[in-house]
């Protein structure tokens, strides 16, 4: 009788641990599933490391990527895969952040039913490949990064990192050009800011200095802070907040960095989404970064301008500027077409319709509305000084045009001026935008 009991809670035994692995196994399936399917050794879907299966389309149904005879092919058109190569991926799966390796799931028709081949394997990006191509045209073969998106649904209508090259004739792997070409400089990069970061400083004055808009700002050139020259682009004398941020004034943003301080200024750039990662349709960015400088300090007054050890990642500071445009609320943003943004509130209504007059104020008043013929457009401009003599060329804003939402990036690497260098690329893809 011992003898039974005792191999009785033996089968027992080894039946819950049946039970256990079986469960272990049905829950890592559930989980892991996708990662097995989409790992580059399953000779199912991948040929050679290569993914053989789906097609990846832009938002108006133009073929960027398919399969035929089980080998990968690309656009026919040379400039559509050089300006699209980050959006869509490579063969390699060497850029992480193009659809054949963020998406593969949705191109290997991935469920947890049917395993592999179970959809349709169709996949439509909500880039429009016409305005990558208008924006790989307009940088001329500088290094950097250009972002539009539809501010009003999160949906990312052009998305461009340069370097980039041809799919089909691959590059020079010797060519000190195509250093960082698998990098998306639109996600994965992050740069100083310069002046454009004077736009967060401004939220936060516009929320906690009293009677700002009647303040007057006295810039002569520059400006002594703890024994450190702060040094302006002119003497703008006597100026309002409007006034300030159109001569993007260092010595009025010093002026209102130190009042400020730095953790408040930290808990902006964090609120407002800089200095976090975030999420495109389950693609991460690289969060930006800011230092906050002791009370007092020059590096205090220079982070609230933009330099110090500031950096922002263009994908961020399209969600920022998007939400000026949008009433304060951040949607998305999202790589693939149709899908629902999530939202969220990052500014006061009344602080970004504030932000939204002065932008307006910045084009009417400082950088020239005939620069930009026919656009509703709200700007900042800047030029972000590196220290190696050089200085990044940004442009970013919006139109405010309930037609034609669109909130717009442009970084040039080493490109000098924004306003005069960015400005002509943002012009460029925004004219096209607004076609009918």
């Known amino acids: 009788m011992k003898k039974v009991k005792r191999r009785s809670y033996a089968a027992l035994l080894l039946a819950v641990a049946l ?12 989980v892991q599933g996708r990662d097995w399917v989409n790992f580059r050794a399953n000779q199912n879907v991948f040929d050679s490391g290569t993914l053989a299966a789906g097609t990846v389309l832009d938002r108006e149904g133009v073929m960027l990527a398919d399969v035929a005879e089980g080998l990968r092919i690309w656009s026919e058109d040379e400039t559509t895969r050089i300006s699209c190569l980050h959006a869509v991926g490579d063969a390699g799966g060497n850029i992480g952040t193009g659809a054949l390796t963020a998406f593969a799931d949705r191109l290997t028709g991935y469920s947890v039913l049917t395993g592999a081949g179970g959809g349709s394997g169709e996949l439509k990006l909500s880039i429009d490949a016409a305005l990558n191509n208008t924006a790989w045209n307009a940088l001329a073969g500088r290094k950097g990064a250009v972002l539009l998106s ?24 010797g060519d000190d050009y195509y250093d960082g070409v698998y990098l998306n400089r639109c996600l994965s990069a992050s740069y100083t800011p310069g002046s454009v970061f004077k736009l967060v400083t401004a939220a936060a004055a516009i929320e906690h200095i009293d009677a700002l808009n009647r303040r007057v700002f006295h810039c002569e050139g520059s400006v002594t802070v703890d024994g450190n020259e702060i040094v302006c682009t002119a003497a703008h004398g006597d100026q309002t907040i409007e006034q300030a941020l159109a001569n993007s004034c260092n010595c009025a943003f ?21 200095t976090r990662r975030l999420s495109l349709s389950g693609v991460g960015t ?12 020059a590096a ?26 949008n009433g304060g ?24 319709d504030t932000l939204k007059a002065m932008m307006s104020y910045n084009v009417a008043w400082s950088y020239g509305g005939w620069n930009f013929p026919g656009l509703k457009l709200c700007a900042k401009s800047g030029t972000a000084e590196i220290g190696d003599g050089t200085s990044h060329a940004w442009f970013t804003g919006f139109l405010d045009d309930p037609d034609h939402p669109y909130a717009f990036v442009v970084v040039i690497e080493h490109g000098g001026g924004g306003l005069a260098n960015a400005g002509p690329v943002a012009n460029a893809l925004l004219q096209e935008a607004v076609k009918p």
């Open 150 to 173: 539809d501010y009003t649904t999160g949906e990312v209508l052009c998305m461009v990192s340069s370097p980039s090259y041809d799919t089909v004739t691959g590059f020079d792997i």
């Open 19 to 30: 039970l256990a692995g079986m469960g272990l196994y049905v829950w890592r399936f559930a």
């Open 329 to 352: 609320v951040a949607c998305g943003p999202v790589l693939l077409a149709g899908e629902r943004a999530s939202t969220e509130r990052i500014l006061d209504t009344a602080t970004a």
């Open 254 to 274: 010093a002026e209102l960095s130190l009042e400020l301080g730095g953790q408040r200024l930290a808990q902006y750039a964090e609120d407002l989404g800089l």
């Open 286 to 297: 690289l969060p930006g970064h800011f230092e906050a400088g002791a009370a007092g300090s």
């Open 300 to 325: 205090l007054a220079w982070s609230g301008i933009g330099q110090y050890t500031d950096l922002v990642c263009p994908a961020g500071l399209l969600r920022f500027v998007g939400a000026i445009a």
